[in-house]
């Protein structure tokens, strides 16, 4: 039986003045499985990974964890009920080693109190799950930008995420490099971590995702699955009928 960790309940969020960035969005997460975002420019995808990491309140709606209704206030918050973001910029501090970067971030009072041997067995195991060969003492400006991904990766998995967000993680990476990323990523997902990802590429979609939810003008079109969905169905609901239908005249 499949498990939802993350349910998003009809979201919307308006900013001022009177911008709708997201209107009744709803979607699903799986654990176990690599569920993607897809959307053109302004769909509304950003907005939604920041309330679902605890950085926006949504202006209506709501999200369940594990099948329980959550209020994220913070993104501190959500990452210590086990909700990892990692940005396109990884937010990793470059003049720190592996280690330090691990434990940046953490919400006090959930691994702030572990010592030092503690630190670096929680620290070993999640370079271990991300494959890593450089070393925890390693700075993280002397790593290629791969190896950040994967120690941004790692940061996740040192706070117990259950459900990582990866925005655009391609965006800075070759093809090689990039599937050194997805190497780890189908071991998470195998292990049941659940990971949204965000992209607007239709091939990398196709090697990585099972499925795939398309936002439009900030509503969520429809959930597909991957492998049963050809490529002019998902442009179709990326932009809409009217307008591919037109485009292909
Ligand atoms: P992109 O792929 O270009 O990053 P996106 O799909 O992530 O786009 P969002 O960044 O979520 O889209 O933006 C959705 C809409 O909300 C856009 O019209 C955008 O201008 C608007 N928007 C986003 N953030 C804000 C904000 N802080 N204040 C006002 N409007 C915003």
Do not use: W
């Not at 309330?51 to 993104?75: M, N, Q, Y």
């Not at 996740?156 to 800075?172: G, Q, W």
């Amino acid at each position: 039986m499949t498990t939802d960790v993350l349910t998003v309940q009809q979201v919307s969020k308006k900013f001022l003045p009177n911008i709708i960035a997201l209107e009744s969005a709803s979607l699903n997460v799986r654990a176990g499985e690599v569920h993607c975002l897809l959307g053109a420019n302004g769909a509304g995808k950003s907005t939604l990974l920041k309330i679902i990491a605890g950085a926006f309140r949504p202006t209506d709606g709501s999200l369940l964890l594990d099948g329980k209704p959550v209020e994220l206030h913070s993104p501190a918050q959500a990452a210590r009920l086990g909700i990892s973001m990692i940005y396109q910029e990884l937010d990793l501090v470059p003049q720190l080693t592996v280690e330090q970067n691990l434990f940046l971030g953490h919400a006090p009072g959930r691994f702030g109190l572990i010592n030092h041997r503690e630190r670096r067995e929680r620290a070993a195991a999640a370079l271990k799950r991300v494959g890593a060969h450089f070393k925890p003492e390693a700075r993280v400006e002397t790593l290629s930008v791969a190896n950040q991904q994967l120690t941004a990766i790692a940061r996740s998995l040192t706070m117990d995420a259950k459900i990582i967000i990866m925005d655009e993680p391609s965006a800075s990476l070759n093809e090689t490099e990039l599937e050194s990323v997805f190497r780890v990523i189908r071991e998470l997902v195998r292990q049941g971590v659940a990971i949204l990802y965000v992209s607007h590429r239709l091939g990398e979609l196709r090697e990585i995702g099972d499925r795939v939810t398309v936002l439009r003008g900030g509503r969520t079109i429809e959930t597909f699955d991957v492998k049963s969905t050809g490529d002019s169905a998902l442009v179709e609901a990326i932009i809409g009928k009217q307008r591919s239908l037109i485009e292909r005249k």
